[in-house]
């Protein structure tokens, strides 16, 4: 009767060890798992976020130039329309992050900054030039320089740029809802992240 006794807690025993150590083999497999599915899903939200805006700008432009001392001037000047396309955009595939599989952890660690991008139109008008003083390649590309930077304060005065950080913070949105899901956590910013609120855009600290 002992050596029944003691064959059934034997293989009882057994039984629990081998279920505890399997039970530990699907724990693992199933973080595994997340963790594969998380960079599978960041990667495919990996891509550019871009909002367009179009601006235009009339740029006069003049120049003059003193020719035997200051008694003769030779001038030229232009009337310059410009119209340009402006793209913010975010390259997502650039975006740094680390997945921790012990704390069930989705670190953000930095985001790229918006890349912004003016493709303007030029056209010229009332063009007038001295013999002495003709125009050439540095005034032209004199007026692109001082165009291009007039363009660039104004897409920072605009909306053009909230709006692209409102797409960006839609997007990294869709990390919480996953994390949520799993029952991970996001971190952003050194952060943990409850709610879709509290993803306000902002430049991230690199975390080594």
Not at 28 to 55: D, P, W, Y
Not at 167 to 180: A, G, I, P
Not at 186 to 193: A, E, F, H, M, S
Request: proline fraction near 3%; include cysteine; charged fraction near 25%.
């Amino acid at each position: 009767m002992k050596k029944v006794l003691a064959g059934i807690i034997l293989a009882l025993a057994a039984v629990l060890i081998y279920k505890s150590c399997n039970d530990d083999r699907e724990d693992k497999r199933i973080l595994q798992e997340n963790s594969m599915l998380i960079q599978q899903q960041i990667e495919n939200v990996s891509k550019l976020i871009v909002t367009e805006g179009h601006f235009a700008e009339v740029y006069n432009y003049a120049d003059s130039k003193a020719l035997f001392g200051p008694l003769i001037t030779a001038q030229k000047k232009a009337l310059v329309v410009v119209n340009a396309e402006v793209t913010v955009a975010y390259d997502l595939s650039k975006i740094d992050f680390k997945v921790d599989e012990e704390s069930k952890t989705l670190t953000i660690k930095n985001i790229p900054e918006p890349e912004i991008k003016i493709n303007p139109d030029f056209e010229y008008y009332d063009v007038t030039a001295d013999y002495l003083n003709p125009f050439d390649a540095n005034d032209y590309n004199a007026i692109k320089r001082n165009v291009n930077a007039s363009l660039l304060k104004k897409v920072e005065a605009s909306t053009l740029k909230s709006n692209a950080e409102n797409r960006l913070v839609s997007e990294l949105s869709k990390f919480l809802v996953l994390t949520n899901s799993m029952g991970w956590i996001l971190v952003y910013n050194q952060t943990p992240i409850e709610k879709i609120e509290e993803l306000h855009w902002q430049p991230t600290k690199t975390i080594d």
